[in-house]
């Protein structure tokens, strides 16, 4: 399916109170591959029926990490891999992403965006959108949570 | 994501359907590219049929911004989703764009 590795399914429990999915799959560093892997991504979501503010949050966040893995850890070379790892409940949203580059500089500020330069927003976003964001090793992983006692309160994202 | 171009009187407007993002690159900067060319230098982005909207599509949407005002034009941006709107607001997009509600 479009360079998207068989995925894994590592647990699914108990459909009417603590759901939830843990999903590692791999795929090829192609854009093709990065749709095809935020779309499953998504209706794994819509099928655990999570909140939709969620959802909407973990989609683009996970778009934007699958990218930055595609263009800049990758290269954009079509021979390499990304590895992708999701564990989805209504409790907690946590998306891995791995590439096979040198890493992001895990010290440098997300926290603001420079609002004229067309690039540039990716890990921008997706610290303002998630919960928490990690990066291991030397940054070539990056890990994203969503956590249902963070309190969203007002700043629902999806309508 | 489909592409549409409208046109009434002065106005041109740029109708995006469906994800606006890293997959609709050249074809919204060939249509912008297009316009441009033909003269139209005001453009407007209809973005009240956008589901999704991506840091690519916010950077293609600032190179328009740009391409236009060189041209002694601008890029309005028009009703843009909920969901969309809140990306728009999280990057300043509405201190930079006219952004109509």
């Known amino acids: 399916m479009n360079g998207v590795s068989v995925p894994t399914v ?49 989609e683009l966040c996970l778009q934007e990490a699958l990218l930055n893995a595609h263009f800049h850890g990758n290269h954009g070379d079509p021979e390499r891999t990304i590895r992708v790892g999701c564990i989805l409940s209504s409790e907690k949203i946590e998306l891995h992403v ?3 580059g040198t890493g992001y500089p895990v010290n ?32 070539a992983h990056i890990i994203m949570s969503l956590l249902r006692s963070q309190n969203h309160g007002n700043q629902h994202y999806a309508g | 994501m489909e592409i549409n171009i409208m046109q009434a009187d002065n106005n ?3 109708a995006l359907k469906g994800r606006f993002d890293f997959q609709t690159h050249q074809e919204f900067r060939r249509t912008v590219d297009g316009l441009l060319r033909s003269g139209k230098a005001t453009l ?32 309005i941006l028009n009703q843009p989703k909920d969901y969309v709107d809140k990306v728009l607001k999280l990057c300043h997009f509405d201190q930079l764009f006219q952004v109509q509600r």
């Not at chain 1, 459909?15 to 999903?23: A, G, H, K, R, T």
């Not at chain 2, 049929?49 to 600032?62: E, K, N, P, R, T």
């Open chain 2, 44 to 75: 407007t982005v209809d973005l009240s049929q956008v589901d999704f909207i991506d840091s690519s599509a916010l950077g293609l949407l600032l190179l328009a911004r740009e391409s236009c005002e060189k041209a002694g034009g601008g890029v």
């Open chain 1, 98 to 100: 791995e590439d096979e």
């Open chain 1, 10 to 58: 590592i647990g699914v429990q108990d459909l009417l109170d603590q759901s939830f999915v843990e999903i590692h799959f791999a795929i090829s560093s192609k854009e093709t591959a990065v749709a095809s892997a935020v779309a499953m991504v998504r209706r794994a979501m819509e099928m655990l029926a999570l909140d939709n503010d969620w959802v909407a949050r973990a």
């Open chain 2, 12 to 14: 041109t407007t740029i």
């Open chain 1, 108 to 139: 440098r500020d997300y926290s603001s965006v420079d609002t004229m330069h067309p690039r540039g927003r990716g890990l921008f976003l997706i610290h303002q959108l998630m919960d928490s964001v990690a990066l291991n090793g030397a940054g």
